[in-house]
C-alpha cells in the first residue's frame, strides 16, 4: 500500500472539486476523486497526472451508503490512509414552492446532506482510530447554507442540514483531533454553467467579479494546513464586490 496520505474529493466536478483534488495533487497527497459517471473524471485524472500527481478516479453514488462503505473500504485497503475529506456535492435546482414535487426535494436533501453524512461518518471511523497527523473534514456550503431564498426551499433545507451536520461533527470530533469546517461559497464561480446560463454574470470575469476555483482550492489547502490551536470551523469567501 502507498505510503502517501490521501486527500478524497466527493464531487470532484470540472470546476470546484477538481481545483481542490489538483491543489491537494500539487502537495503530495494521492488524490482520490469521485463522480457518478467514471467517463467524466478521466480529463482530471490526465490532468493531475500530467502534473506529476497521483490520482485515482472513483465512480461512486454519495447518497448509497453501501457504495459509501465500500469506497472508503476500497481506498484506505489499497490506497493509502485518507487523511483529508472533502464533500463538495452542490445539487442547486431551483423551483417555486407550488411546483416542487415530494421526489426532488427529497433527491436534492439525499444529494447535498445524506451524502455528506455517509461519507463523513466512514472516514472519521477511520481517522479517530490514528492520532499524531493533521486530519481534516471539509464540507462546502453555499449562500443557501445561511438563508433560504425564494425558488430554493428544497435546497436551502439540504445546505442548513449539512451546516449542522458539519458543526456537530466538528463539536464531536475536534476534541479528538478532527479538524471538520463548513466552507461558505457566496458568489458565482468560473464554471461552464454560468458563463453559458449566465453571461452578465460572467462578464464580471475581467473584474475578478467571479470565483476563480483555484482561489477556492488554495483556501481548502489553507484549512488543512491551520494548526490547531486556531483552527477555523466555518469561512466564508465571496468576490469583493458580491453583496450580503
Known sequence: ?????VAL???AGDATGGAIARRFA???YTACVTRRSLDKLQPLLEQIHAEGGR???FASDARQEDEVVALVAQIEADIGPIEVLVFNIGANVPCSILDETARKYFKIWEMACLGGFLNGREVAKRMVTRSGRA????????????????????????KHALR?????????????GIHVAHVVVDGAIDTAFIRDN??????????????????????YWMLHQQPRDAWTHELDLRPWMEKF
Open 1 to 5: 500500500m502507498s505510503q502517501h496520505p
Open 9 to 11: 474529493i466527493i464531487g
Open 26 to 28: 500539487r502537495e503530495g
Open 55 to 57: 490520482a485515482h478516479g
Open 135 to 158: 486530519q481534516t473534514i471539509l464540507f462546502t456550503g453555499a449562500t443557501a447554507s445561511l438563508r433560504g431564498a425564494a425558488h430554493f426551499a428544497a435546497f436551502a433545507g439540504a
Open 164 to 176: 449542522a451536520l458539519a458543526q456537530s461533527m466538528a463539536r464531536e470530533l475536534g476534541p479528538r
Open 198 to 219: 449566465f453571461p452578465e454574470r460572467f462578464a464580471l470575469k475581467a473584474q475578478d467579479g467571479i470565483v476563480n476555483p483555484d482561489h477556492l482550492a488554495d483556501n
